[in-house]
């Protein structure tokens, strides 16, 4: 123990010493419970499940297809009404962004939008709604994108391990959008998000509306204090999604958008989506359009279903090759496969599919080859989080030489491969360092999976 | 949750939230926001109770909860919390070191709150490497190297350089 270390156990010690306790710490307590289980949609008294939470922002026009069932805005993205109506959506001038716009600042956004730019190079993604969902405390944010000729909607969640775009959907221009979300303990929430000034409308039953006329939204002001706002047009409510619908009114009275409440998203995430970090340098990569594109083709899909893409790593080589590893899935599919792509190599982009990813790998690899003037390929090792000690026997002779990843990499580790190894050993420890409890020890190749075969 | 289970977490609330409260305060560098962290993360912790099994690691989990409410995103969206003023102490505080410890509770709160928390977490709450790894969701290899990088900058911190006291001693590295 150095005296510094010895220094700092006195002073966190003496600091913590001095706090008298809180006369009555259950009262805070019971407020933000009460707080949260607002916002979650708590069962009522009778029993009856409360669920969803529409959030209605507003002002179309154009009557829709009133008294008909509208479509499913999962499946369709058919305007209901007009698209002359002042209330419709205009992508070159979005409606404002309402919520609590605090959140926005402090980079949340830019990340948010350049991720975007990656996924869709010259589209240009414009908040419309953004809060702290308080049973993940995260933030999330509806948007519209625009500027590459298609239209799109969608929310994300802004964790850390950078955003996830959870919902996406090409649209047109509407007077109202819904966003299905999974709520906490297996509810639903429903956001309808449409113009200022209009009023949103929900019928549980389908038949009998009600309108949503208030919406708390909560504002964090400062480290311990918030205010909270009520306005008309932009409603959070609890409400049930089967067999209800949907209507918004504009300021003129019109009812401009009018649909079957959306249900639990069709395109939740596959089942064995990792819930790792994305790791790398956030801003490198290549496009993944491109590697959308790859994917497609090398999957033998033609019914143009859109491809999601989750990083898990993204770098470049000091030779100027792009590279990210990750997984891929069509959206809507149960299941994503892990995948690399590279940029930059000696014969173009490498685009290289590996089996679906098991559930709980202990580890994926991925070779990065084609690199300009070495004779060696890249062997990207991205061990699950929490792992221990990565070391490499480059040779089978069990002289495992340990792998000093760079910090920022947070245990992800690049290690130089001869094109022609075949029988290298890769050992990764636990979280504990354990020497004997490894959770992987084995061939390099048996990680080097394509769809059909290892190696 | 039951009657049983409002009564346990009550009990449990009572007699652990000084402790907890301490931790909160090391983690934030003053009262206000302790508190506030602290019912923040009570009140999850509530509405989760029924789904925590290992009653016996509680406070792991709520250490947890503490730590990610912490460094989560949207409190990052504030600046950094400032410590609060070192008050006037009686007795012990009066030594020849106070000087120095409040030094460095000044320089603590110029730590990232991923740096303090494990700062907080390794020297304070005694956590090995491992278990600081656990509570703060990332390797160890990463506990290693934040908690280095913290010291480091403790080190480096102008009103500590020049205390030998802080130094390393001789021949070592952080």
């Known amino acids: ?455 | 949750m039951d009657a049983s289970g409002r009564e346990a977490f009550q009990a449990y609330v009572v007699g652990r939230s000084p402790a907890l409260l301490r931790t909160a305060y090391l983690l934030t560098g003053n009262r206000a926001d302790a508190e506030d962290l602290l019912q923040t993360a009570l009140a999850k912790t509530y509405l989760a109770w029924d789904r925590i099994r290992e009653r016996e690691a509680l406070d792991a989990y709520v250490r947890r909860v503490l730590v990610t409410t912490q460094t989560s995103f949207w409190r990052r969206k504030r600046p950094e919390a400032l410590y609060d003023e070192v008050p006037e102490r009686p007795g012990r505080d009066v030594h020849a070191d106070a000087d120095l410890h409040d030094a460095l509770w000044t320089s603590l709160g110029r730590l990232s709150r991923k740096q303090r928390a494990a700062v907080v977490l390794r020297y304070y709450e005694d956590l090995s490497e491992a278990e600081t790894a656990r509570v703060l969701g990332i390797s160890v290899g990463t506990v290693k190297s934040t908690t280095s990088r913290a010291l480091s900058l403790l080190r480096e911190d102008p009103t500590l350089r020049d205390d030998p006291r802080a130094a390393l001693p001789y021949g070592a590295t952080a």
């Open chain 1, 1 to 455: 123990m150095t005296p510094l270390d010895a220094e700092l156990r006195r002073t966190l010690a003496n600091r913590a010493a001095v706090l008298s306790p809180s006369p009555d710490p259950l009262a805070g307590i019971e407020a933000r419970v009460s707080r949260m289980r607002r916002r979650r949609s708590a069962a009522t008294a009778a029993g009856a499940l409360a669920v969803v939470a529409a959030v209605a922002l507003a002002v179309p026009s154009v009557v829709s297809d009133r008294g008909t069932t509208a479509p499913d805005r999962l499946a369709s993205a058919t305007p209901t009404g007009r698209t002359s109506h002042p209330s419709v959506l205009d992508p070159a001038k979005p409606w404002p962004v309402r919520g609590d716009e605090q959140l926005l600042a402090g980079g949340a956004l830019d990340t948010v939008q350049r991720e975007w730019a990656r996924r869709h190079p010259g589209s240009v993604l414009t908040p419309l709604f953004v809060q702290v969902w308080e049973p993940s405390a995260q933030t999330e944010m509806a948007f519209v994108a625009s500027g590459d000729g298609v239209l799109r909607v969608g929310w994300v969640v802004v964790g850390e391990p950078g955003p996830a775009f959870v919902q996406e959907e090409t649209a047109t221009a509407d007077s109202a959008y819904q966003f299905a979300l999974d709520g906490d303990e297996g509810v639903t929430r429903l956001y309808v998000i449409a113009a200022p000034d209009s009023k949103v409308a929900y019928a549980p039953d389908g038949v009998t509306y009600r309108d949503i006329t208030q919406t708390s939204v909560t504002h964090t002001d400062g480290p311990s204090s918030s205010t909270t706002t009520s306005r008309s047009g932009f409603g959070i409510t609890a409400v049930e999604t089967a067999g209800a619908r949907v209507r918004v009114t504009a300021s003129d009275g019109a009812v401009v958008y009018e649909a079957d409440a959306r249900g639990t998203p069709a395109t939740a995430a596959p089942a064995n989506l990792l819930d790792w970090p994305s790791r790398g340098t956030a801003s490198a990569g290549p496009s993944v359009h491109d590697l959308g594109v790859a994917f497609t083709r090398a999957l033998g899909r033609s019914d143009g279903a859109a491809v999601e893409y989750r990083p898990l790593f993204t770098g470049d080589t000091d030779s100027g090759v792009r590279y990210t590893v990750g997984q891929a899935w069509f959206r809507g599919d149960p299941q994503a496969y892990s995948v690399s792509y590279a940029t930059g190599g000696t014969d173009g982009p490498h685009f290289f599919v590996g089996p679906v990813t098991p559930s709980a790998p202990p580890v994926l690899a991925f070779l990065v080859g084609n690199l300009p003037g070495t004779s060696v390929d890249q062997l990207v090792v991205v061990p699950a989080p929490r792992s221990g000690q990565v070391s490499y026997d480059a040779d089978a002779t069990g002289a495992f030489r340990p792998i000093t990843g760079q910090d920022h990499f947070d245990g992800v580790v690049l290690i130089d491969r001869a094109k022609d190894a075949t029988a290298d050993r890769l050992e990764v420890l636990n979280g504990n360092g354990e020497l004997d409890n490894p959770t992987y020890f084995g061939p390099v190749a048996a990680l080097l999976c394509g769809l059909k075969e290892c190696g």
